[in-house]
């Protein structure tokens, strides 16, 4: 997997998940997740099973790019986004890192 470290400057917010025995059981639970990369507010509950949805808001007046790192995916998933825009990006596992990139 291609990982946003490499991808991204130094422009990084995540939550991380470290698999534990106890995961499974930790997802039946709503966890809703806030944070900020950039310009970008986003959010995310990781109480589904499969996949997670992130939402995300540009910020910015001008065009962005966001990207997301998840867990069960071999591949980056992004967006550019204009300035004041908004959206959601679906992926397989939980979310690893989300950070918007240099444009």
Same mark, same amino acid.
């Given at each position: 997997?291609? $990982?946003?470290?490499?991808?991204a400057g130094t422009a990084h917010a995540a939550d991380s998940h #470290?698999? &534990? ?5 930790? &997802? ?6 806030? $944070? @900020?990369? $950039?310009? /970008? ?9 499969? #996949?997670? @949805?992130?939402?995300?808001?540009? #910020?910015?007046?001008? %065009?962005? @790019?966001?990207?997301? +790192? /998840?867990?069960? +995916?071999?591949?980056? %998933? ?11 990006? #679906? $992926? ?12």
């Amino acid at each position: 997997m291609l $990982g946003l470290s490499a991808l991204a400057g130094t422009a990084h917010a995540a939550d991380s998940h #470290t698999p &534990s025995a106890t995961h499974a059981v930790q &997802s039946q639970v709503n966890d809703m997740h806030r $944070g @900020t990369a $950039g310009c /970008f507010t986003w959010s995310y509950d990781d109480s589904g099973w499969v #996949t997670s @949805t992130v939402y995300y808001h540009n #910020t910015c007046k001008t %065009k962005r @790019t966001i990207a997301i +790192e /998840f867990a069960g +995916e071999w591949a980056v %998933k992004s967006a550019a986004v204009k300035g004041g825009g908004s959206g959601h990006i #679906t $992926g397989n596992g939980d979310v690893d890192k989300i950070v918007m990139l240099k444009n």
